[in-house]
């Protein structure tokens, strides 16, 4: 069975970047597939042969080389892929022949090579969520395809289908399969504009909708369950169930904003943040039970960010926030079986909450969007250049008092 090898070509000119390439290695026969990939010395881990992030890179460059960490893992599992479909068939192959079908699909002709670049693209603009969602649509089309990449001429409406009617008997709900339709729409569509392929409409057949979806929310005395649970001897749920409560206590507080929350973002009684989704600014008076949150995890880490989620600072914060909430939510649910409730309960649920039971302290409609941080309903558009914050705080006040 063949073999694949990711190599690193140093400049011959000192403070230049070298070159990444692979080797193809079949029956003692060595091939190389140049890349365009450049890293310095420095960026480079002979030990793993892998691309390395030192503490000091800047967050262009991390972007830069998280990218071409990525493309390379893209270009290892394509070549992994041909030697698997050779080996399947059976008969007699060689490394020239593995590199003629790596390359006999370029990269700007192929879906797969097309939409790793525009993941590159997403995150050297900084658009981290956005290239999350898009590798995730990438990893599931090819995971259908078994790892063999399609020319972008030869998507059709009958390759969707036969797609859609594969993550059905995979069990995913239709609004993951519709997200991951759209995606990939969004992708086909891209590669049409710059003509890359002809307009074939090949999504017309398929669910590319947003169905409703049930949106979980508690009572007030299903929050004060959770809150009154002991949960001393297990400190991963206590971690866990404080987090929770923490997003709840500052009206419903996205995760990915708690994460990136920094110390210096509370001055005189109040947290000032813009919300990530939608750059938006939000005013939150600091209330005690707040305060009781963070003094608990004082000198728990000493990063510049206010809550223990991401801690290191030598490592990736994006990763470290993943991490972060998915253990969160795999807790919560030990959390929400241990006060008595029957649903599974996630970080976002605390968002539901705050709305929910702010709507049945009758607080209006127009003070619960603009505590939440809501600017695409109409209603809160229209309420949100006369709305003073201190209503916004005297409803999160009086959700607080019933605690």
């Given at each position: ?103 006999g699909q370029m990269d700007g002709q ?77 992708v086909y569509n891209r590669a049409v ?45 206590d971690y866990a169930r404080d987090m ?160």
């Amino acid at each position: 069975m063949a073999s694949i090898k990711v190599k690193y070509r140093p400049s011959a000119t000192n403070s230049k970047e070298g070159s990444i390439y692979y080797q193809v290695i079949h029956k003692r026969t060595v091939r190389q597939i140049r890349t365009d990939f450049r890293v310095f010395d420095t960026e480079w881990d002979k030990e793993t042969s892998s691309v390395r992030i030192m503490p000091e890179t800047s967050e262009n460059r991390k972007r830069y080389l998280l990218s071409v960490a990525e493309r390379i893992g893209w270009d290892i599992r394509r070549l992994q892929a041909i030697i698997a479909q050779c080996d399947r068939q059976g008969g007699k192959y060689s490394a020239d022949n593995i590199i003629e079908k790596f390359n006999g699909q370029m990269d700007g002709q192929s879906l797969f090579g097309f939409m790793q670049g525009v993941i590159g693209q997403l995150k050297q603009l900084g658009k981290v969520r956005t290239s999350e969602t898009y590798t995730a649509a990438l990893a599931s089309f090819m995971k259908f395809r078994e790892g063999q990449d399609i020319l972008l001429c030869e998507i059709d409406s009958d390759t969707m289908m036969l797609y859609e009617a594969w993550l059905k008997s995979k069990g995913i709900c239709p609004n993951s399969t519709s997200f991951y339709m759209r995606i990939l729409r969004a992708v086909y569509n891209r590669a049409v504009e710059k003509e890359l392929t002809e307009q074939k409409y090949p999504f017309k057949h398929v669910y590319t909708g947003i169905g409703k979806t049930v949106k979980r929310a508690l009572p007030l005395k299903a929050i004060k369950r959770i809150k009154e649970l002991d949960l001393t001897l297990k400190p991963h749920l206590d971690y866990a169930r404080d987090m929770f409560l923490f997003s709840f206590y500052t009206r419903g507080m996205s995760f990915i904003d708690m994460a990136y929350l920094k110390k210096s973002d509370l001055k005189n009684g109040v947290i000032i943040y813009r919300r990530r989704k939608t750059g938006q600014q939000l005013t939150i008076k600091w209330e005690k039970c707040m305060e009781d949150i963070i003094a608990k995890y004082d000198g728990y880490s000493t990063s510049q960010y206010l809550l223990p989620i991401i801690t290191n600072p030598c490592a990736d914060e994006r990763t470290q926030y993943r991490n972060a909430i998915s253990r969160i939510n795999v807790a919560m649910k030990e959390v929400a079986r241990l006060a008595g409730l029957n649903m599974p309960l996630t970080m976002h649920c605390a968002r539901h909450c705050w709305a929910s039971i702010a709507k049945s302290k009758n607080i209006p409609l127009s003070v619960i969007s603009e505590g939440m941080g809501h600017d695409s309903e109409e209603t809160t558009r229209i309420y949100l250049a006369s709305l003073d914050t201190n209503v916004v705080d005297k409803a999160n006040s009086l959700i607080l008092k019933g605690l």
